[in-house]
Each structure stands twice: as C-alpha cells, then as structure tokens.
C-alpha cells in the first residue's frame, strides 16, 4: 500500500506542505479574518477549518452560516493541495459550489481531493461539513504556473 501523505520536509530540507499552505495562508488578511486552520496538506488531500464566528451568520432568523462563508471555504481549502504542491498562492480558475444544506452555527470542516494535477492547472474536489451534516460540495480549478 502507498503512504499518500507526503508530510515529510521536501528534498531540500524544507517546509512539509502544512507548513507551507500555514505559513502562506497565515499571510492573507481574510484567511486570518476568518481564523482558517490548516489542519493537514498532503499530496492528494488538504483538511482545513473554519471555526464559527458570530460574523458569519447569513440569515439570524434561521441561525444559518452566510453562503459566502462556504464557498469562501470551497476555494481556499481546494487551492490548499496545490498552494501545497507548489509553495505558491494558486490563483483560482473557476469555482463551482453546490449548496445541499443549511450551515448551522458550527465550526466548518473542508477536506479537498485531488482529481486532476497537470502541468499548468489543477482541479479539486471539495466537501464542506458543519455538525456532521454535509453543507456543500465544489469543485474548484487553479492555475499552478504564472
């Protein structure tokens, strides 16, 4: 069986992929803005949450979390694996968002998949829980070179 965590430094020493996606989502003001936790980066597979904050509520009569709040989720935590892969920001391409269930006022909990890593772009596949139910699925593409 193969290991697909690739959570050991890189060839020359460096970073694992965690602490690169850390170190370079730790730089942008809405990640911090949102406190994302990067939870694990590996070669086929990125976990990140987003803890609740009163902010993110999108209808307080239904005590929902925000749209924006999800899809915010789909896409940074699909960039993760390849932000990861290349140890720079992956500019996203397009992003599709299927929203299945209200959020709850909960922390959110964003596991990405690889499904496709070429040469200049890469597609991710995306789930989004709040309490064990599943909020939302995406798909999201990013460019990988400049």
Do not use: K, Q
């Amino acid at each position: 069986m193969t290991n697909t965590h690739d959570e050991s430094p890189t060839d020359d020493g460096g970073e694992t992929r965690t602490e690169t996606v850390r170190r370079l989502y730790g730089r942008l003001p809405l990640h911090r803005a949102l406190d994302v936790h990067v939870e694990e980066v590996t070669r086929e597979r990125a976990a990140v949450t987003v803890p609740f904050r009163e902010e993110l509520v999108g209808d307080p009569d239904r005590a929902v979390l925000h749209g924006g709040a999800l899809s915010t989720t789909v896409d940074l935590t699909g960039a993760a694996v390849f932000v990861g892969l290349c140890s720079a920001y992956t500019p996203t391409v397009d992003l599709r968002v299927n929203y299945l269930e209200a959020a709850p006022r909960a922390p959110l909990s964003a596991t990405a998949t690889v499904e496709r890593a070429g040469t200049n772009t890469g597609v991710a596949r995306v789930e989004v829980t709040a309490d064990d139910t599943v909020c939302a699925t995406g798909t999201g593409v990013y460019r990988l070179v400049d």
